[in-house]
């Protein structure tokens, strides 16, 4: 099973490929789209959209996990990371690949096992999950990794729970 994260930002968009092959999970590739602040909103939007469309066309995942939006007490911030979601199910839906959405307690639970793990926590074993040399970076690029392990257990859950005898 293939599965991409997506961390939603309209400066950073941090994302994950991840495999799994039985038990065992490993990092295909990770990284940031980056848009710069003299772009406008819909020249940001337009590029995270693109990058997403090749990375979707580049690995086609089984799979999409997409964080999803918390209440954020600065609303500005929360505008352009409700956009940059709207690009990115759009690019999902364009493709036609599977969304899952999670809140961050699920991710914290599914990489961690516990909802209100700090971020330290989070990166930590969302590193040694993916046996990962160093931490990923920036902190957008390692939540995007632990969506992505969690869209692998949901998916696996899911599986498990449709199993007729």
Request: proline share 4%.
């Amino acid at each position: 099973m293939l599965a991409i994260g997506i961390d939603p930002g309209t400066a950073i968009c941090g994302y994950g490929v991840v495999e799994a092959v039985g038990s065992r999970l490993r990092a295909i590739t990770y990284g940031a789209i980056r848009t710069s602040p003299v772009l406008s909103a819909a020249e940001r939007l337009q590029i995270i959209y693109q990058e997403l469309d090749v990375l979707f066309k580049e690995y086609q995942p089984d799979t999409v996990g997409v964080e999803q939006l918390f209440f954020n007490k600065n609303v500005t911030t929360a505008m352009a990371v409700g956009q940059a979601r709207g690009v990115i199910l759009l690019a999902i839906a364009q493709n036609n690949l599977s969304l899952a959405e999670f809140t961050p307690l699920q991710v914290k639970q599914s990489v961690v096992g516990y909802g209100k793990a700090t971020k330290e926590q989070v990166i930590y074993m969302t590193q040694r999950l993916l046996s990962l040399v160093d931490k990923p970076k920036p902190d957008d690029v390692a939540d995007a990794l632990a969506i992505a392990i969690c869209s692998i257990h949901s998916s696996r859950s899911s599986k498990m729970w449709s199993v007729k005898p």
